[in-house]
Each structure stands twice: as structure tokens, then as C-alpha cells.
């Protein structure tokens, strides 16, 4: 495995986290299939970043934001 993908495995894994809290901690107002969505666009957006690193938290923090109704 080249340290490109390895990097690249450790973020799909930090999001997936991610969306698994969003789902939990939204789960009285969204449906699942929502955050997941949610989380995606978000994530799809950060795929040219320059840094990877900060992108799973980016994206929690932003998918937070558009499910609580703020963006």
C-alpha cells in the first residue's frame, strides 16, 4: 500500500467515524441516509485539499452545522 493510500484509508475511516456520531447524535431529528448524505457533499468538496489531514474534522464540524440548521 503506497503512504498516498494509507493516508487516504485513515481519512475515509476518520469520516466514517464521524458520520456514525452525526448519525447517533442526530438520530431524533434526520434519518441516517440524511447525515450520510450530508457528510458526502461535504466530503466531496474537501477532496482537493491540500492538506488531508484536517478534512474528516472539517467536514464533521461543518456537516454539524448544516444538520442543525444553521447553514
Do not use: C, N, S, W
Request: cysteine-free; charged content about 25%.
Amino acid at each position: 500500500m503506497l503512504a498516498t493510500e494509507y493516508k487516504t484509508a485513515i481519512e475515509e475511516h476518520a469520516i466514517a467515524h464521524a458520520t456514525q456520531r452525526l448519525i447517533r447524535r442526530y438520530a431524533t431529528t434526520h434519518d441516517a441516509a440524511t447525515v450520510r448524505t450530508t457528510v458526502q457533499r461535504i466530503a466531496e468538496r474537501y477532496a482537493t485539499a491540500e492538506v488531508q489531514g484536517f478534512v474528516p474534522v472539517l467536514v464533521e464540524r461543518e456537516a454539524r452545522r448544516v444538520l442543525d440548521g444553521a447553514v
